[in-house]
């Protein structure tokens, strides 16, 4: 479903090199420009459509600890921590609240899954409190639900999916980055066995560093045609492809201010969020939760 986000102003004047190219401008790619402009680097960001129009800003805007592979624990912390950091260092709203974040089920295997993690989760300080089914009610106010408990991890948060993506490459600009949107990436230039440059639709940018951070390439399981097309294009330039594990989506609340007595936990699971204040934006979105990852096609 369409999402209101910031538009982003191009860069005036298209470059014949640079030290790193990023491909796409979600927000992998504006937090990987951000970063590297930060460090001094010429940095280019090439979209092929609008800066966060795609699945940054479809997306529910989790930065959450809960319930992640623990190999992932320790990335997640100190994301948290930047996302702390990143509105006074950026001097851009991004929309990042650590309001908590709150599973419900029926499903006393899941409460069993969570407590589990919960114990593992301890030894990096990460908070994470099992829910009764007062509890778990409590905390999903306007739901219709007898849920037999949840999960509470009050350190978790949010970015506006609206807000980050932008506002990051903004700050990117202040700092001397180029945006080109409507710009699609037609091939890698290789030279001697080595990125030497990025095929662009407005031209050739030489460059021996490329970040590609394209929603195909980064979903936690890809189609097998994407997955085909995906791997089959880093072949063909000799560049790894990232293997991905299996995940799958479960119902959450942000828990942030009390449903609307409309809202029903039925047969599809939803979930509700209420953006940032000061944004010019609707106050609230509410999305199925089978909606977040549906492909779409241009």
Not at 102 to 121: L, Q, S
Request: charged share 20%; hydrophobic share 40%; glycine share 10%.
């Amino acid at each position: 479903m369409p999402a209101l986000i910031r538009y982003v102003q191009d860069s005036p004047h298209f470059p014949d090199a640079a030290d790193v190219v990023i491909i796409g401008a979600g927000i992998s790619g504006s937090a990987a420009a951000w970063e590297l402009t930060r460090k001094g680097l010429r940095v280019v960001i090439i979209e092929k459509g609008l800066v966060g129009a795609e699945q940054s800003s479809r997306n529910w805007g989790w930065c959450r600890q809960q319930n992640r592979d623990e190999r992932e624990l320790p990335l997640i912390i100190h994301a948290l921590q930047r996302w702390q950091e990143l509105n006074e260092e950026t001097g851009e709203e991004l929309g990042f609240r650590r309001s908590g974040l709150v599973y419900a089920t029926r499903d006393p295997a899941e409460i069993a899954a969570w407590e589990n993690w919960g114990k593992m989760a301890r030894h990096y300080d990460v908070r994470s409190h099992i829910l009764n089914a007062a509890g778990a009610k409590a905390l999903t106010p306007g739901s219709t639900t007898d849920w037999l408990g949840g999960v509470h991890s009050p350190d978790d948060g949010y970015a506006d999916p609206s807000q980050a993506a932008p506002g990051l490459v903004v700050a990117t600009q202040r700092q001397g980055a180029l945006v080109f949107q409507q710009c699609a990436v037609r091939g890698l230039d290789i030279s001697a066995g080595k990125v030497s440059g990025v095929i662009t639709e407005r031209g050739l940018i030489k460059t021996s560093g490329v970040d590609l951070c394209r929603r195909g390439l980064d979903l936690p399981v890809l189609p097998p045609a994407w997955s085909r097309i995906a791997a089959g294009e880093c072949d063909r330039h000799s560049l790894s492809y990232p293997s991905h594990r299996p995940g799958g989506d479960r119902a959450v609340l942000y828990r942030q201010f009390c449903l609307p007595p409309a809202v029903r936990w039925r047969l599809y699971r939803f979930c509700l969020r209420k953006r940032a204040a000061g944004t010019g934006l609707p106050g609230a979105e509410i999305q199925p939760a089978f909606l977040s990852d549906v492909p779409r096609t241009s």
